[in-house]
């Protein structure tokens, strides 16, 4: 199965920085999701991306879906110790349902004080 | 509180010894999920359900095998494990089936053969 390509691996940043991430897919998708999972969790979804261009925020957070449907990118401004943990990427490839989730292989954020 | 249950949580096991390891979602969801997480690799998917006595193969499904025989349940079933299955197990569920959103995880099993 395909997966995406996430980037960076790790990030290792001070506490009140902003963190950027991103993913990027040979396939047009039609739908971004960024989920972040805790140490000893699942992983819980952050945010939904489901238009070409679309710009969300949750919070500090705020997600976009590339134009080009193949990419997409996180954002965490203002970082605080509860931030760390894993950060995955998941897309629907077009023309594809819930049932064919792909995912990033996820950007390990540690945040320090 | 609406939630995926997955038990054992942790199981260490001997190569061949036939587990099942048991999920389930209190949310009435159709749609349920099983994925595996190794390091480097992201979630892989296992097997899917999209309802009731409906499951297919995801993009790993060598080696398990699935049921679903009432909606809030789907067993992860290992016949003969082996040592490349020791890994980190999550079951999900999603109320949608067909436009890709929400997805509630378990807490994750996490699995050693040896």
């Known amino acids: 199965g395909q997966q995406l390509n996430q980037s960076p691996q790790s990030m290792f940043i001070q506490e009140g920085e902003d963190v950027s991430m991103n993913c990027t897919s040979s396939s047009i998708f039609n739908t971004w999701l960024w989920y972040k999972q805790d140490p000893g969790e699942g992983p819980v979804l952050l945010i939904a991306?489901?238009?070409?261009?679309e710009l969300t925020s949750n919070g500090r957070l705020t997600a976009q879906f590339g134009i080009t449907r193949k990419d997409s990118f996180l954002n965490i401004s203002a970082s605080i110790p509860s931030d760390v943990g894993i950060y995955f990427c998941a897309g629907s490839e077009l023309g594809g349902t819930a049932s064919k989730l792909t995912f990033g292989t996820g950007t390990r954020l540690q945040v320090t004080l | 509180e609406a939630q995926v249950t997955q038990n054992p949580r942790y199981l260490i096991t001997v190569t061949g010894k036939k587990l099942t390891v048991t999920c389930s979602q209190n949310?009435?969801?159709?749609?349920m999920s099983w994925y595996r997480q190794d390091p480097g690799l992201g979630l892989r998917q296992i097997y899917y359900s999209m309802n009731v006595e409906v499951t297919d193969k995801g993009d790993v499904p060598e080696g398990y095998k699935v049921s679903r025989k009432e909606k809030r349940n789907f067993p992860l079933i290992l016949e003969s494990p082996s040592p490349n299955q020791t890994s980190l197990y999550f079951c999900?569920?999603?109320?949608?089936?067909?436009?890709?959103?929400?997805?509630?995880f378990g807490p994750g099993t996490r699995l050693l053969v040896l």
């Open positions: 991306l489901y238009k070409a261009g």
């Open positions: 949310m009435n969801h159709e749609y």
């Open positions: 999900a569920s999603s109320l949608s089936v067909t436009v890709p959103g929400t997805q509630y």
